[in-house]
């Protein structure tokens, strides 16, 4: 017999986002805008370079995010996609079958995969009412066992956020000998005064790990980078479980260049906070069940009848992102689109 793990029969499948032809795809929190022109240039400079292999290290990226972030460039680590990181963490934190990784369910799909992948056992707290993360329930749920704890926030597919003030008694709570991963991937598109910032969190915190990512607010889903802040001790333990050259030159030249024009992509996401905001608010009036979202996505609980939603909007030629039995995801994207969105949930019955 073929010596392959016998539990990856049942390790959880990553769904991406359906993309149908002649249909609006709102699946996949993709940002509807290319990459700048000026992003496009770099892009296509690094290209002819593609016959070398990319920057190991990926000097020039963690140096220019230090700069960015004013940490040292210790602290950093990038990865091929913030998912990648997620995985390499498990990597990095757990060593036997008993170890366990906590995190709060529904929250992003990745986190029952990477966590498997690691050979480690998850442990599931569910969301509260208002879809948000339970973490006086996390914090309970903590054992000797645990070696690393997942908090999305802004949660990915709900869209809630994670308080400051609690999540400074959470870390209290847990302690030192645990691993936080604090997953920002939406950061950008925050509003919330109260939410939570990582970054101002990792000096009083050795142990908590920010991660953020290129593939939202600054365009590049398809080039995979994403990158984690932290101390240095867990930045090097991150870079050597890295895939060697997994971040490429084109990637790397890309991130640099939407650093370099930050102010022009971020500004962006001022029109999808207003989306957002105009998306919920039509839905609410016509009778769904929507939490508060400070991302780029709404999250519609339709528990059973999710998977006919879904399949309702397709029929309107929308692709929106089922939780089956859970609800439906949908990704706010230009008026026009939102519109479409719209008029398919409205006529759902």
């Known amino acids: 017999m073929t010596p392959i ?35 496009l240039a770099a892009i296509a ?34 990865g091929c996609g913030s998912v990648s990181l997620c995985q390499q963490l ?20 990745a986190y029952p995969i990477v966590t498997q992948i690691g050979n480690a056992r998850a442990v599931t707290v569910p969301l509260d009412g208002d879809f948000r993360h339970d973490l006086e329930a996390m914090a309970a749920a903590v054992t000797p066992r645990t070696r690393l704890v997942f908090v999305c926030s802004p949660n990915n ?19 030192p000998d645990v691993v936080v991963a604090l997953d920002e991937a939406y950061h950008e598109y925050v509003t919330d005064p109260e939410a939570v910032d990582g970054l101002p969190l990792i000096d009083r915190y050795p142990n908590l790990v920010v991660l953020r ?41 890309g991130a640099i260049a ?51 939603f879904a399949a309702h909007c397709l029929d309107h030629k929308v692709v929106v992102r089922p939780f089956h039995p859970d609800g439906v995801r949908v990704t706010v994207t230009t008026p026009e689109e939102d519109d479409r969105f719209l008029e398919a949930a409205r006529t759902f019955s």
């Open 5 to 39: 793990r016998p539990d990856l029969d049942t390790l959880p499948a990553y769904v991406p986002g359906r993309a149908i032809p002649g249909a609006i795809k709102l699946a996949s929190n993709e940002v509807a805008l290319p990459p700048t022109a000026p992003v």
């Open 90 to 109: 498990v990597q990095i934190t757990c060593r036997e079958t008993t170890d366990e990784v906590l995190y709060a369910w529904r929250s992003f799909e």
């Open 213 to 253: 990512t290129f593939s939202k607010a600054y365009r590049l889903a398809g080039l995979r980078v994403g990158y984690a802040v932290t101390a240095p001790e867990i930045a090097t333990a991150l870079k050597k479980v890295c895939a060697p050259f997994s971040i490429s030159t084109v990637a790397q030249a």
């Open 258 to 308: 939407a650093l370099d024009h930050a102010t022009e992509l971020l500004a962006a996401c001022k029109e999808a906070v207003g989306e957002r905001v105009r998306v919920r608010e039509a839905l609410l009036a016509a009778g769904f069940t929507v939490p508060h979202t400070q991302s780029n996505f709404v999250w519609l609980s339709l528990g059973e009848r999710t998977a006919d």
């Open 157 to 175: 597919p709900t869209g809630t956020v994670v308080h400051r003030e609690e999540f400074e008694r959470f870390m209290d709570a847990v302690g």
């Open 45 to 78: 400079e690094a290209a002819a370079a593609g016959n070398r292999y990319p920057d190991l290290a990926v000097v020039a990226l963690s140096e220019r995010l230090a700069s960015e972030l004013d940490v040292t460039p210790d602290r950093i680590a990038v």
